[in-house]
């Protein structure tokens, strides 16, 4: 049982989202009367200390759940999770790509928060995580059933993206949840979430040439990839979440 776990169930949704739109207000006066320009990615880095303050009784444990991420399994698992998202992404972002050239009216939806690279690939992984699956999914168990709770908890942290990536994200984070409801260990989900993310980066800084997205026969194949990825995505989360419903039940 990880003790950090069982201190995140402990944070309620009032508390979080008290906190998380006070320091919103206050990015935007500070920013509205021109004192101080603050990114909201620093949003992001003092809900992580938020969550360090609130567990800090049982920072000697994390040894434990570190340790156990990295057993064999469970790394096959979150490996063909990202693997697979990865390409079931790109699927998606030829597909929007597409809808988008042809309604260019939707790019209204587009627009969205970005980071730099570090808040990419470290600061949103971890304060996703803590805030999607620590705290929402856990606090919407108690609800409503695991799966009602997984769907929209997902649902919630899929509409932070760009309408080209909703519907992947959406995806990826029912994967996520999955992983974390099987090992009531937060840092599964981070570890998931940051390994996906640095993949996603990497290809995007080797294909300086936009291959991915100029070449018809690249373009091609990674279509056909994609759609192979999204039918054994969605037959590992369909058997993952039969299980859930029998272990809950």
Request: charged share 10%; glycine share 2%; with cysteine.
């Amino acid at each position: 049982m990880s003790l950090i776990n069982e201190k995140l169930k402990k944070i309620t949704l009032k508390e979080l989202l008290s906190l998380i739109i006070l320091l919103f207000l206050i990015q935007y006066f500070l920013n509205f009367l021109n004192i101080i320009h603050i990114d909201s990615i620093w949003i992001y880095v003092l809900v992580v200390f938020y969550f360090i303050f609130k567990v800090k009784d049982e920072l000697f444990s994390i040894n434990s759940d570190i340790r156990e991420l990295f057993k064999p399994n469970l790394i096959k698992q979150i490996l063909l999770i990202v693997v697979l998202n990865v390409f079931f992404s790109y699927g998606m972002l030829y597909f929007s790509s597409f809808i988008l050239n042809a309604v260019p009216s939707l790019n209204i939806f587009n627009s969205f928060l970005t980071g730099g690279l570090i808040a990419t690939v470290i600061i949103s992984p971890i304060s996703e995580e803590l805030i999607f699956r620590g705290v929402f999914l856990n606090r919407l168990q108690l609800i409503v059933p695991p799966i009602f709770a997984l769907l929209i908890s997902s649902l919630l942290f899929a509409s932070l993206h760009s309408f080209g990536s909703i519907f992947s994200a959406f995806i990826f984070a029912i994967c996520v949840a999955i992983l974390y409801l099987k090992t009531e260990n937060i840092f599964v989900a981070i570890f998931a979430h940051f390994l996906n993310n640095v993949v996603a980066e990497a290809i995007v800084i080797l294909d300086s040439g936009k291959i991915l997205f100029t070449n018809d026969i690249v373009v091609g194949a990674v279509s056909v990839i994609a759609i192979i990825s999204f039918v054994l995505l969605l037959i590992l989360i369909v058997k993952e979440l039969n299980t859930i419903s029998y272990n809950k039940s």
